[in-house]
C-alpha cells in the first residue's frame, strides 16, 4: 500500500473540484438554509482537542433547536449529557467546529463550519427554556463556511429506506455493552432500566 501523505499525493488520485463544488460555500446562512435548519431535530458537531485528537458528538431536539440569530451567528442549547465536556472542553481551546445539520427523509445534509463560544447569557438561556427548564449553557458558532453536501454518501447508506432499518435485537443493549466492557456484576436489566430512567427524568 502506498500512503498519500501530501495534499499532491491525494490529487494524483483525485481530481480537482469543480466550481460548482468550490463555489457552493456561501459563508452565510440564507434564507434556504435557515429554513432547512428550521427543519433539522439532528446534527453531528465535529471539534479538536490540545493533543491534536478530534471529537464528533451528536446534539437533538425539536425541529430547529438551532436558532439562527442572523446572517452570520447560530445559537445552540446543551441540554443534558454525560457531563464529560469533550466538545465544549475542546471548544475553550480550539474554537474551530464542524456542524453536520440531518432532515429525517432528506438524502442531502447541510454542513455549516465555524468559530464558536460557550455562554450562559440570561436573554439567551431564557430563549431556549424547555420543559420549564434552561439549558446547562449555549453554543454561539460565528459562522464562515456554509453548503449543502451532496446526497451520495446517504443514498449509498440507504439511511432512511425501510429495508435499511436494523432489528435492535441483533445488536447487545447498552447495558450488556456497559457490563462486558466495565466488568459490572450488576444485571443487565438493572443497568438498562437505569440508562432508560435517565433518559426519560432528565431529558431537559
Known amino acids: 500500500m ?49 493533543n491534536g485528537m478530534c471529537d464528533v458528538s451528536p446534539r437533538g431536539g425539536e425541529p430547529g433547536f438551532v ?27 480550539h474554537p474551530g467546529v464542524g456542524l453536520l445539520f440531518f432532515v429525517p427523509g432528506f438524502e442531502d445534509a447541510l454542513r455549516v463550519n465555524g468559530l464558536a463560544r460557550v455562554t450562559t447569557d440570561p436573554a439567551l438561556m431564557a430563549r431556549f427554556t424547555a420543559d420549564g427548564k434552561p439549558p446547562r449553557s449555549i453554543m454561539l458558532i460565528d459562522v464562515k463556511e ?35 466492557q466495565l466488568k459490572l456484576e450488576v444485571p443487565v436489566e438493572v443497568i438498562d432500566a437505569s440508562l432508560e430512567q435517565d433518559a426519560r427524568d432528565n431529558l431537559y
Not at 429554513?35 to 439532528?42: K, T, V
Not at 442572523?70 to 481551546?93: E, K, Q, V, Y
Not at 435499511?164 to 447495558?175: E, H, K, L, N, Y
Request: aromatic fraction near 8%; charged fraction near 25%; include cysteine.
Open 2 to 50: 502506498t500512503d498519500l501523505k501530501t495534499e499532491a499525493d491525494l490529487r494524483t488520485v483525485y481530481k480537482h473540484p469543480g466550481g460548482g463544488a468550490v463555489g457552493k460555500d456561501i459563508a452565510q446562512i440564507d434564507a434556504h438554509f435557515a429554513h432547512f435548519i428550521a427543519l433539522s431535530p439532528f446534527l453531528c458537531i465535529g471539534t479538536s482537542g490540545e
Open 67 to 93: 436558532h439562527v440569530i442572523d446572517a452570520r451567528t447560530l445559537a445552540m442549547p446543551d441540554r443534558p449529557g454525560n457531563n464529560r465536556l469533550d466538545s465544549l472542553g475542546n471548544i475553550t481551546s
Open 146 to 180: 456554509a453548503y449543502l453536501h451532496c446526497s451520495k454518501a446517504i443514498r449509498r447508506a440507504g439511511l432512511w429506506t425501510q429495508d435499511a432499518q436494523v432489528d435492535r435485537a441483533d445488536f447487545p443493549t447498552a447495558g450488556e455493552v456497559y457490563r462486558d
